[in-house]
């Protein structure tokens, strides 16, 4: 049988248009897809929560594919090595606490397991605003990023949810719209942003999970993200600490939810 060039699209639309729909309604929305959103979605679709990602790029992961500048290999301490197992990612012992892991390995393991295990990730999409009402957050804003990048005027569209986690690294995008649209109501020493600090791999690492945590009402932080809203340091490319606050906010939302 010849194919048919229509079918082909009929196919596309008609199934891109179905997952759209089924996810106008969810009961978390992530924002970013590196590491540590790739794992929290992993586990909240596992534990069988409604959950959908939104990432800017046509590709997902984030800060992890280039390891340490470009050179594609991620440093994991001990303490998160049980999560790289969970997907199957082969790892070496460097030395003492610390392991190694080839960086296409880790994001591309990470991507296939999150959504084998019921996360949907929606790629090319931005999240530009959420939808507030005064008991909190109730869902995210989204445009087509080409439409982003292009300046275009044209309105986006919205979708309801439970929560919303920000996992979009060092630019706190979620956040920053919050802190914009309701100026000091973080639940930061200063009500705002406090911003990232300059690089100290061991005292970030363990600030990251002590920092992953609800924000404003209905808006949690992960990641790199969380410790740019709490004025934590940065850590370079090492990948425990992403890793295992990805672990935590899915933790706390399932108990939520
Ligand atoms: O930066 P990123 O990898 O976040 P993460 O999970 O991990 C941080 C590490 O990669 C590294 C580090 C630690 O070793 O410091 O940087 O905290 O991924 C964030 C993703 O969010 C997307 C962005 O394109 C990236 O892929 N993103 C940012 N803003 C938006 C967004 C937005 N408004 N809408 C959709 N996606």
């Not at 920000?166 to 000091?184: L, S, Y």
């Not at 200063?190 to 945590?213: H, P």
Request: glycine fraction near 12%.
């Amino acid at each position: 049988m010849a194919l048919d060039e229509v079918v082909i699209s009929q196919a596309i639309i008609e199934r891109y248009y179905k997952k759209l729909i089924d996810n106008l309604e969810t009961d978390v929305a992530i924002v970013g897809g590196g590491p540590s959103g790739l794992i929290a979605g992993y586990f909240l679709a596992k534990a069988g929560k409604k959950v959908a990602l939104y990432e800017r790029k046509l590709s997902i992961g984030g800060g992890m594919w280039g390891g340490g500048m470009l050179f594609n290999e991620i440093v994991v301490q001990k303490s998160a090595i049980h999560l790289l197992e969970e997907f199957g990612i082969r790892y070496n012992h460097f030395k003492e606490d610390y392991y190694t892991a080839d960086s296409i390995e880790a994001i591309t393991s990470l991507t296939a397991g999150a959504i084998r295990a019921g996360l949907t990730v929606f790629n090319c999409i931005s999240v530009e605003d959420v939808m507030m009402r005064p008991e909190g957050i109730m869902g995210l804003v989204i445009n087509w990023s080409p439409v982003e990048m292009a300046g275009l005027h044209v309105d986006p569209l919205t979708v309801r949810t439970k929560f919303v986690v920000d996992a979009t690294g060092h630019a706190t995008e979620v956040v920053k719209v919050v802190v914009k649209k309701v100026p000091g109501k973080l639940s930061t020493p200063s009500g705002a942003i406090e911003g990232e600090k300059s690089m100290w791999a061991d005292k970030a690492e363990n600030l990251t999970l002590d920092n992953t945590q609800e924000i404003f009402p209905g808006l949690y932080v992960a990641g790199m993200a969380a410790n740019a809203t709490f004025g934590g340091p940065r850590m370079g490319p090492i990948f425990g600490g992403m890793l295992l606050s990805g672990d935590k906010v899915a933790k706390e939302l399932i108990q939520r939810l």
